[in-house]
Structures are given as C-alpha cells and as structure tokens.
C-alpha cells in the first residue's frame, strides 16, 4: 500500500558549498516551467501504472522547492493537487524552504495548495559560518523567513542545523543552539557535515585546505546536541530529528519503516509494490525520457526477502523506538533471533544495542556509533 509521495525540485540560486544532491542553478525560467511539465506528464503515468491510496504524507525537497516563483509554485500544486487528490483528512504535507526565498505571496499560495509543513534549511545562526559553507542567507533573513510563515498560517515549521563546520567550535555550535530554541519550534532535524565527492568541500578537503573539527570534537557538538533538546523538552525519534510529541515528521517515518512511497523528479528514487526505482538525474535526460517513455526510469529492481530485511533493520535502527519484534515476523515471516541473532546477541554485549519489551534499539552509547551499527547487519541472512 502506498501512501507517500517525494517530489523532487532540483533548483537552487547557488550550490552550496558541501550539496552532493540533485540540484542546478538556473536563471532561465523556460527551463523550469519544461520542468514542471514534465514532472505533470510523470505524475500522470506513475498513478496509470499504481493508482494511490490514500495519501498520507507528501514531501517536496530538492534542490530548492522554493526557488519556484507565485506563479510556478500554483502550477505545481495544482498539478499535484490532480494527480494525488485522494488525501487523508490529516495529511501532512511538507515543502522544504531557504531563508530569503519565501516572501509572504509565495507562502500564501503554498498554503492554499495544501502545503501545512514548512521545513527551512538553516545550517547556523553564525554568518561567518554560512558564508564559509556556501549558503547566501543570513541569520536575520532566517528570522523574517520565520516570521513571515507564521504570519501566513504555518504552525507545523521545522529547521535544519548543521554541526561539524569548517572552524565551528562547540562554543559556537551552543550558540546556534540557543538562538534555535528562542525560536520555540516543534521541530528540529541537526546533522553533521559530510564530506562528499564531487563538492568543492571535497577539493579543498583532499587539498587539505578544509580545518574541520576533530572527531572527538564532532562527538562533543553530537552529545550537546542531544543533551540540549531533552532538556528543553524535544524528544529525539531518529538519529537526526527532535520533536515536541506529535509533532515527528510522518513522511520520513515511512523511510524509517522501510515502507513504499512514490518517487518523483529528476533523481528521485521511489519504493513501490516491492520494487525500487531511480530516476534519471540530469535534467535534459529526465525530460527526453519523460517525453519518450511516460516514466524516466535509469534503475529499476526487485527487492528481494533478503535485502527487504536487511534495510528493515538498518533503516529502523535510525529510530530510537527501534525495531519491533513482533512487526519484523509479521512482514516477513521469519524471527528477528533467526535471521540476525549472532550479530544482536552480539551488540548487545557490547553495550550498543538494547531490548525494551519487544523492541531492540540502540543504546545512549550505541547512537553515536549508529553507522558502525548498521553495517553489521549487512550480508547476514543466507543468500537462499
């Protein structure tokens, strides 16, 4: 059953420093309006191959979905509002946003299109720190960007943050923090930086011209982090993500608990029936194929039992409530004890992984090392 949709938007004013995604820069609006086109003809095709349920959650990343102007961004919704008009009474429906590129007739329009979650990316409230990341917003464009979706009827908003930043100190990550929480959100996400290929961090990286934190550093900001949000009330669900409870953000549950979900745009990947798809990414090949074939599949592939559970432990693993013992045999007709039992014994052992009733965890020690984690349990069922 699928009931969530991605839809990608690959547009952006400039490449941030450290963005690996799929993403352009663009001042040709023909190009983006071709765009929105051709995202119409998929959503088309993609509903004729798997009508919807109903849908629960939508989620709009990018790229920048906001670099759409008013108008572009009412051809969008409605588009959207054609295909997928089969909604839960409580969707949520999340658009990611950057600080300066959401003035109060954009967001206006976005909320008569359905949109009631709003989720900017932020990165630091230090603009020296912005300036060295590659991001060209300030802190006081991240306060009227705020105040102008609260005035345009958001509750529902969430930022992003970002911790292990060229030059950051823990002293400077503490400040960020305080001024997030002045914000009084429910939500927050806070990753570290990754140094990824094809970036201009990675350059400077093999370079040696990027003075990163040290990892014990890192770690520092990553317990301050955690230690901050319970203290002020926000309940950390995931690795990354904080909330107030009830305010967890549904849509990227449906990833934490390995279940299908539409994929949509340039790059985008997608889960549905079984199957994984991967979109083609630049956007002169989406669009040829999109106008060719209806769906611009580059990948497509069965899940197997195997690999299903496999990404049901690593995926669910993110989650602090875990993986549920019960839910685990009833999807897939097998016991947790069977398939990875060695390897949870094991991490268990090791003080990493927890049992609270039927659910296994990681542990306060086991979440900083959460990648090391999850890699154990890959290749472990019997290949049969």
Same mark, same amino acid.
């Given at each position: 059953m699928t009931q969530a949709v991605y839809i990608h938007i690959p547009f952006c004013t400039n490449k941030c420093y450290y963005c690996d995604f799929n993403s352009y820069v663009t001042k040709n609006p023909r190009l983006v309006w071709d765009y929105l086109d051709a995202l119409d003809r998929e959503m088309a095709e993609t509903v004729r191959h798997v009508p919807p349920q109903e849908i629960k959650t939508i989620f709009v990343g990018g790229g920048t979905p906001t670099f759409l102007d008013a108008k572009q961004m009412a051809y969008f919704l409605e588009t959207v509002a054609r295909h997928f008009s089969n909604r839960s009474k409580d969707i949520e429906f999340t658009m990611e946003a950057n600080p300066g590129t959401t003035d109060m @007739?954009?967001?206006?329009?976005?909320?008569?299109?359905? *949109?009631?979650? &709003?989720? $900017?990316?932020?990165?630091? $409230?230090?603009? @020296?720190?912005?300036?060295? &990341?590659?991001?060209?917003?300030?802190?006081?464009?991240?306060?009227r960007s705020l105040t102008n979706a609260k005035e345009a009827g958001f509750v529902n908003i969430s930022i992003d943050l970002m911790f292990g930043l060229p030059d950051q100190t823990e002293k400077l990550f503490q400040e960020t923090l305080d001024k997030a929480f002045a914000l009084d959100l429910p939500h927050f996400s806070s990753y570290s930086l990754k140094v990824e290929e094809n970036t201009l961090f990675h350059t400077l990286y093999e370079k040696d011209q990027l003075p990163l934190p040290t990892e014990e550093e890192e770690v520092a900001m990553y317990e301050r982090l955690m230690e901050q949000m319970e203290r002020r009330g926000y309940r950390q669900y995931e690795i990354s993500n904080f909330a107030r409870p009830g305010w967890e953000s549904r849509h990227n549950m449906t990833y934490w608990r390995n279940e299908y979900y539409y994929g949509i745009g340039a790059g985008a990947h997608g889960y549905v029936n079984g199957?994984? !798809? *991967?979109? =083609?990414? +630049?956007? =002169?090949? #989406?669009?040829?194929? *999109?106008?060719?074939?209806?769906? +611009?599949? *580059?990948?497509? $592939?069965?899940?197997?039992?195997?690999? =299903? /559970?496999?990404? !049901? /432990? &690593? /995926?669910? %693993?993110?989650? /602090?409530?875990?993986?549920?013992?019960?839910?685990?045999?009833?999807? #897939?007709?097998?016991? %947790?004890?069977?398939? $990875?039992? +060695?390897? &949870?014994?094991?991490?268990?052992?090791?003080?990493? %992984? =927890?049992?609270?009733?039927?659910?296994? !965890? %990681?542990?306060?020690?086991g979440i900083p090392l959460g990648n090391e984690v999850f890699a154990r349990f890959l290749g472990l069922v019997d290949k049969v």
């Open positions: @007739e954009k967001l206006k329009v976005m909320r008569e299109g359905g *949109v009631n979650r &709003i989720s $900017f990316g932020v990165q630091s $409230f230090n603009d @020296e720190l912005l300036k060295r &990341i590659g991001r060209i917003h300030d802190s006081e464009q991240v306060l199957t994984r !798809h *991967v979109n =083609a990414g +630049p956007l =002169a090949q #989406y669009m040829q194929l *999109v106008q060719e074939k209806g769906l +611009p599949r *580059v990948e497509q $592939f069965e899940v197997s039992p195997v690999e =299903a /559970m496999e990404d !049901h /432990m &690593i /995926m669910g %693993l993110r989650m /602090m409530r875990g993986v549920s013992e019960s839910e685990f045999e009833r999807r #897939y007709k097998t016991t %947790l004890k069977e398939q $990875f039992g +060695p390897v &949870i014994d094991e991490l268990t052992g090791l003080g990493l %992984l =927890a049992w609270s009733e039927d659910r296994i !965890h %990681l542990t306060k020690r």
